[in-house]
Every structure is written in structure tokens, then in C-alpha cells.
């Protein structure tokens, strides 16, 4: 049974640091495409940046110099490390994983319809 499950979200204050983590299980890590994705209240969800199975990440322009994604095979996690926070980067943080393709990420952050499995999501708070 595949599951991504989030943790280390949390409130900061504003130009603050945080690092997400999302551990992965019942399917072999390294293989596949795998994304972050965030959701504020009111708002859609909307990509922040995906990585794919041979480590090339791409941004949404939003967080591009700010966050940044890797992932250590040997544990099975992604991670999301994001510096400089601002409020507006406020919202539920969600990991996906295209375990339908070839570990390519050919729509990368701007193609949610790829991402076929998804964690439950973790709550970040950026206060100013």
C-alpha cells in the first residue's frame, strides 16, 4: 500500500526557515516523479516544485530562489526546504507522487493532473 505522509510544518514568523518532510512507503522511491503542492483557504491548490528520479527540480516562480526540494533515496523522503518565508506562502503543504510514468516529470509543478498519489497534507504559518 503506497503511502506519502508530510510532517514538519509549523508557524514562523515572517523571513523564517522551515523544512518539510514526506516519507514515502510501498513503492520504490527513487523511481518516480514527486512534487510539492500547497492549498490556502479560498484558494486552489497550486505547485510549488517537483523533482524527478534522477534529482533535476523545477519551481513555481512564486518560491523559485526560496524553496528548495531533494530527496534521499535511502530513506525514502522528500524534503522541501523553505527559507525566507513570507505570509503569503501560508497554506497546507502536500506531496505527490506520479507513480503512473517513467520518472520523468514532464509537467512538473504545473501539472497536478499528473500526481496520482498524495499525502494528507501539513499546515505552515507564516506570520508577519
Known amino acids: 500500500q503506497v503511502q506519502l505522509v508530510e510532517s514538519g510544518g509549523g508557524s514562523v514568523q515572517a523571513g523564517g526557515s522551515l523544512r518539510l518532510s514526506c516519507t514515502a512507503s510501498g513503492y520504490t522511491f527513487s523511481r518516480y516523479c514527486m512534487a510539492w503542492f500547497r492549498q490556502a483557504p479560498g484558494k486552489e491548490r497550486e505547485g510549488v516544485g517537483s523533482i524527478d528520479s534522477v534529482g533535476d527540480t523545477v519551481y513555481a516562480d512564486s518560491v523559485q530562489g526560496r524553496f528548495t526540494i531533494s530527496k534521499d533515496n535511502t530513506k525514502n523522503t522528500l524534503y522541501l526546504q523553505m527559507n525566507t518565508l513570507k505570509p503569503e506562502d501560508s497554506a497546507v503543504y502536500y506531496c505527490?507522487?506520479?507513480?503512473?510514468?517513467?520518472?520523468?516529470?514532464?509537467?512538473?509543478?504545473?501539472?497536478?493532473?499528473?500526481?496520482?498519489?498524495w499525502g494528507q497534507g501539513t499546515q505552515v504559518t507564516v506570520s508577519s
Open positions: 505527490a507522487a506520479d507513480l503512473m510514468g517513467d520518472g520523468s516529470c514532464y509537467g512538473g509543478p504545473h501539472a497536478e493532473h499528473e500526481y496520482n498519489h
